[in-house]
């Protein structure tokens, strides 16, 4: 039987996940609960229901929706509705039916010959600037044995590969399994201080910091620790020093700060979810600047 993967997107046309014009694939399923997710929709490994009241018109619809949801999680609310993301099965039935898409199921199974054929098509630009697939999440890691197939018929086919991951992984089967098809590692490195992670992404950061130093000393290709600057949490003096001085131990001389996308908090509304962080601001260059110079700075 073919092996199937949880897909939650794909990215065409993306600059940010490694060199040259990419293609991103989003698996679902993530071990972090980061306050900050920036991929709600990718936390649960099963399917998730996004609703959009903003384009919802169900005065004018007829709410079909509201009929055919077997448990009652819909409900009329004015000229919108009310979704109740804790009744609902995931059944699909309600975006089955809905005419404006303000209701959508997000997550679909695909093969491995399936996602290569959404793909395929991009190859001309791979072949052009030197662009290849990029495997992110959620923590696509999750869905490893899947990886090692799909990254297997990347490489026949001559396309590079990339995978983004937050480094909660068996590191045993990552070597064995994903390592000798890869080309790139993107490592997100968050927190230092093991209560902090806790605290903020639910778990510890033992295995991560573990699994990072086992991968630095033993791969032969690009392994690009990405420190995600979340304000008040991972943008503090403390942690940055600290994650400098992690990184220069283990012998790695760079790192990538990805300032504050505030974006994500619409996310969490659409798949009912409480946001535990609340900051709707973007950095400022000054603010980003500080962060780098925190970074460089260990006195």
């Not at 790192?255 to 979810?273: C, H, I, S, T, V």
Request: proline share 5%.
């Amino acid at each position: 039987m073919d092996r199937k993967a949880f897909i939650f997107d794909i990215k065409r046309n993306a600059s940010e996940d490694g060199p040259g014009i990419r293609t991103t694939v989003f698996f679902k399923g993530c071990p972090l609960s980061c306050v900050w997710c920036h991929n709600p929709e990718g936390l649960s490994p099963g399917p998730s229901l996004s609703f959009r009241a903003e384009v919802c018109k169900a005065s004018a619809c007829g709410m079909r929706c509201v009929t055919v949801c077997p448990v009652g999680a819909l409900a009329p609310a004015g000229d919108s509705l009310h979704a109740d993301h804790a009744l609902c099965t995931h059944c699909g039935r309600c975006a089955a039916v809905c005419t404006d898409k303000a209701l959508e199921l997000i997550g679909q199974w695909l093969t491995v010959d399936e996602l290569y054929y959404r793909i395929s098509i991009d190859k001309p630009f791979f072949r052009s600037t030197g662009g290849g697939v990029t495997a992110s999440g959620g923590e696509c890691t999750m869905q490893m044995e899947f990886l090692h197939d799909f990254f297997k018929k990347l490489k026949r086919e001559g396309i590079p590969t990339a995978v983004e991951t937050n480094g909660v992984f068996n590191f045993e089967r990552f070597q064995r399994m994903l390592l000798p098809w890869l080309d790139l590692v993107y490592f997100d490195l968050k927190l230092v201080d093991d209560d902090a992670s806790r605290r903020h992404t639910g778990v510890s950061n033992r295995p991560i910091l573990d699994n990072l130093t086992r991968l630095a000393d033993l791969a032969t290709i690009p392994v690009i620790v990405r420190i995600p600057l979340i304000p008040g949490i991972t943008d503090t003096d403390d942690n940055l020093k600290g994650i400098s001085r992690f990184l220069r131990g283990q012998g790695i001389k760079s790192a990538e700060l990805m300032p504050y996308n505030p974006l994500w908090q619409d996310k969490m509304e659409r798949f009912g979810m409480d946001a535990k962080y609340r900051n709707r601001h973007f950095m400022s260059q000054a603010e980003i600047q500080q962060a780098i110079n925190r970074f460089h700075s260990l006195s």
